[in-house]
């Protein structure tokens, strides 16, 4: 697990609290005491470490700054040797304790491995431009579609390091043969299980057997719930009108041809997927097939510019959408499963 995040750089940050301060113009020159405008008197040294860049002699707001202390408040700070200093401000805190840091908080996960046969460590990587980190064990040949096809089940830890947005460990079932994620809550369960804000062993005891309780419950509904969409028929048509309602990407009269020609690929393979002509073909003709169709496209195939850093962005904000109502597969998946 360390080796995992290690290699995706979310290991180290040294997450600190540090005193926080107002950069306040005050209006005079914090050396001679002269006002913004006037000459500095004779000798200040404002000028020899703050040179007018015109060359002037006059007295220029930066002069003036002065420091006002921000009581109760901290900054965050993380180690980031890419940023100036070696440092990067994350946010502002009134707590009076440091974030806890993603390798203590793997502990969790360390507890899943230790208690789920054939259980690995998957994936980990950054978050919210830094902000916070997540990595992920895999628990395979868990879930059974049918007879044709098979889940497995992620236990995925989201570490936050500032307020308002909470560490917590979810469940998301992956699609074996496409690698699609389903980051989806299901009826009856909970979403997630919140994680202690405090550096707290027993808290994670605690939070452990509510992932594995989770993990196990949502095993069982996922499989009851995806055999039932592998079964429940569903046309050609019907599917590419499921996949337009879900993406929104249909091309209007005023979008432009290349915009048209990426609808209508993406109509073709989908149909393609549908008919069984491409992956899944033992699925053919099922919602199943239709959802994995519109997951895979939001997360692999959708239009970014050509870049790996545009490529690493679209799949992680399907996996953790800034807002749930933003949550594509949550919208596909309680849309296909309606009438079951």
């Known amino acids: 697990m360390a080796e995992l995040m290690r290699k995706a750089g979310v290991s180290g940050w040294s997450v600190t609290r540090q ?37 002037s002699k006059l007295v220029e707001l930066d002069h003036t700054t002065v420091l006002v202390e921000a009581p109760g408040v901290w900054g965050l700070v993380r180690v980031d040797p890419e940023a100036p200093y070696g440092f990067r401000h994350l946010g502002h805190t009134t707590r009076e304790v440091n974030p806890v840091a993603i390798e203590v908080r793997a502990e969790v996960l360390a507890d899943i491995l230790k208690n789920m046969p054939g259980a690995k460590p998957a994936q980990a990587g950054p978050l919210w431009e830094g902000a916070g980190a997540f990595v992920s064990v895999r628990v395979p040949d868990l879930v059974s579609v049918g007879k044709t096809d098979t889940l497995d089940m992620r236990a995925v830890l989201v570490n936050s390091l500032v307020p308002g947005r909470g560490s917590v460990l979810r469940v998301m079932p992956m699609h074996n043969t496409t690698q699609t994620v389903l980051p989806v809550v299901l009826p009856g369960l909970p979403g997630r299980v919140e994680l202690s804000p405090e550096d707290n062993k027993d808290a994670r005891i605690t939070e452990a057997s509510e ?10 509904q996922m499989e009851e719930t995806a055999t039932r969409l592998l079964r429940k028929k569903m046309s050609v ?6 996949a337009d309602t879900v993406l929104k990407d249909k091309a209007m009269p005023t979008h432009s041809a290349l915009q048209h020609q990426q609808y209508e690929d993406r ?42 850093d545009a490529r690493r962005v679209r799949a992680t904000s399907t996996l953790f959408p800034k807002q749930e109502a933003l949550n594509t597969t949550q919208i596909a998946w309680d849309l296909i499963t309606q009438g079951l």
């Open 19 to 55: 005193p926080m301060a107002n950069l306040v113009p005050s209006g005079k020159c914090t050396e001679c005491a002269k006002p913004v405008g006037k000459p500095h008197s004779t000798g200040c040294l404002m000028l020899e470490e703050v040179p007018s860049e015109t060359g």
């Open 211 to 220: 992932g594995l309780d989770l993990l196990t419950r949502m095993a069982e």
């Open 267 to 308: 109509k073709q393979y989908m149909s393609a997927w549908v008919k069984g002509e491409t992956l899944m073909p033992e699925c053919k003709g099922s919602r199943w097939t239709a959802l994995m169709a519109v997951l895979f496209h939001a997360q692999h195939v959708k239009v970014v510019k050509p870049t790996a």
């Open 237 to 242: 048509k019907e599917a590419l009108e499921f």
